[in-house]
């Protein structure tokens, strides 16, 4: 509580403090040396002033704004998904994982397959079978958050759909009218932003070109 109440100068005057006791004490204890208080309190004041002058000087970099979780609404889960593909080996992950309004694991599992090399698919394909397992366990009140911005898309979207996932995403929606309540929310996680963004690109690119070879299929038809 003594922490938590005093402002950053003081806790660093502490910190400091701490410091000089422990680098005193190990003196004694391997040195056999005995410090007087008064150093103590010397360097402590003087390696203070030192950092608060500096501290002064030098550019902080401002914090990021702190994640507040909020809590679901009574009797709703939320179902995180994220689908991972190895083109070395030629494998797609499907990993989900269900909390509830306390934020207690639910339930969570993963799929393993070599049917796809897409990543809008694999991502999909997530979709779906997190859905499929939350069901399976009871949950009818979802919430399923994942980091596919063109999937979320794709899945939200009522106008007809040209991308190589279609199939997938009609199978999503489809497959949601069995739960009593189900949104479909996009986050982005950690440390991947610049990652997801050059993704979107390219999987929108995919979309550009899979739905003009589809409309050319039909115009020669």
């Given at each position: 509580?003594?922490?938590?109440?005093?402002?950053?100068?003081?806790?660093?005057?502490?910190?400091?403090?701490?410091?000089?006791?422990?680098?005193?004490?190990?003196?004694?204890?391997?040195?056999?040396?005995?410090?007087?208080?008064?150093?103590?309190?010397?360097?402590?004041?003087?390696?203070?002033?030192?950092?608060?002058?500096?501290?002064?000087?030098?550019?902080?970099?401002?914090?990021?704004?702190?994640?507040?979780?909020?809590?679901?609404?009574?009797?709703?889960?939320?179902?995180?998904?994220?689908?991972?593909?190895?083109?070395?080996?030629?494998?797609?992950?499907?990993?989900?994982?269900?909390?509830?309004?306390?934020?207690?694991?639910?339930?969570?599992?993963?799929?393993?397959?070599?049917?796809?090399?897409?990543?809008?698919?694999?991502?999909?394909?997530?979709?779906?079978?997190?859905?499929?397992?939350?069901?399976?366990?009871?949950?009818?009140?979802?919430?399923?958050?994942?980091?596919?911005?063109?999937?979320?898309?794709?899945?939200?979207?009522?106008?007809?759909?040209?991308?190589?996932?279609?199939?997938?995403?009609?199978?999503?929606?489809?497959?949601?009218?069995?739960?009593?309540?189900?949104?479909?929310?996009?986050?982005?996680r950690k440390g991947i932003e610049r990652h997801?963004?050059?993704?979107?690109?390219?999987?929108?690119?995919?979309?550009?070109?899979?739905?003009?070879?589809?409309?050319?299929?039909?115009?020669?038809?």
């Amino acid at each position: 509580m003594f922490a938590l109440s005093i402002d950053s100068n003081r806790k660093c005057e502490v910190a400091i403090a701490i410091w000089a006791l422990w680098f005193s004490r190990n003196k004694y204890v391997h040195e056999n040396k005995m410090q007087h208080a008064k150093e103590n309190v010397t360097f402590i004041r003087g390696f203070g002033l030192g950092y608060q002058d500096s501290a002064l000087n030098l550019k902080h970099s401002k914090p990021r704004a702190m994640v507040k979780w909020i809590p679901l609404p009574q009797g709703w889960v939320k179902i995180k998904v994220d689908a991972g593909i190895s083109v070395a080996k030629n494998c797609v992950v499907l990993c989900f994982i269900i909390r509830n309004e306390e934020g207690l694991i639910m339930g969570s599992g993963f799929k393993s397959h070599h049917l796809t090399g897409s990543v809008v698919i694999a991502e999909t394909m997530v979709v779906f079978h997190g859905l499929q397992f939350a069901l399976d366990l009871g949950f009818t009140r979802v919430i399923l958050e994942s980091d596919s911005r063109l999937g979320v898309h794709n899945i939200q979207q009522t106008n007809e759909d040209y991308s190589e996932s279609r199939h997938f995403t009609w199978d999503v929606k489809n497959f949601a009218k069995s739960f009593h309540s189900c949104y479909f929310q996009f986050t982005v996680r950690k440390g991947i932003e610049r990652h997801t963004k050059w993704r979107v690109v390219a999987c929108e690119l995919r979309r550009i070109c899979y739905g003009l070879k589809m409309r050319l299929r039909k115009w020669w038809k």
